[in-house]
């Protein structure tokens, strides 16, 4: 599910989300950010350790292999279930296909991140 809000556009990744649904959706997600000039996006996902890595890292390196520029956004991952290890991996593909990207355990500290507030 997408979401927006005045400061970053948000997306809600469920627990058994095809792939191909998970790339449409970042791809969406980068979109609205672009459209709405936000430079800040929030992925919270509730897949289960190699799935969260593996979609999302398909997902970035698609949409990055597309002829429109990555927007200049920073991108916030939360794993809620997933392992702290499954996060290090999608920050890398982050960082190599232009975005400044982290990856947490909990939606409160991204978005302290996000928005620059602590």
């Known amino acids: 599910m997408l979401s927006l809000t005045p400061d970053y556009a948000r997306l809600e990744i469920a627990k058994d989300e095809p792939f191909s649904e998970v790339t449409e959706s970042v791809r969406t997600l980068l979109q609205l950010c672009r ?41 916030a991952i939360v ?14 593909t982050g960082s190599e296909v232009g975005l400044e990207c982290r990856g947490f355990r909990d939606e409160p500290q991204a978005l302290a991140w996000l928005t620059g507030v602590s």
């Not at 919270?44 to 292999?65: M, N, T």
């Not at 702290?84 to 920050?91: G, V």
Request: overall charge neutral.
């Open 35 to 75: 459209i709405n000039s936000l430079g800040s996006a929030l992925i919270v996902s509730h897949q289960v350790g190699f799935d969260l890595r593996s979609s999302l890292r398909v997902a970035l390196k698609f949409i990055s292999s597309r002829p429109a520029p990555m927007p200049d956004v920073r991108l």
């Open 79 to 92: 794993a809620l279930v997933a392992q702290q290890e499954m996060l290090d991996p999608l920050e890398q």
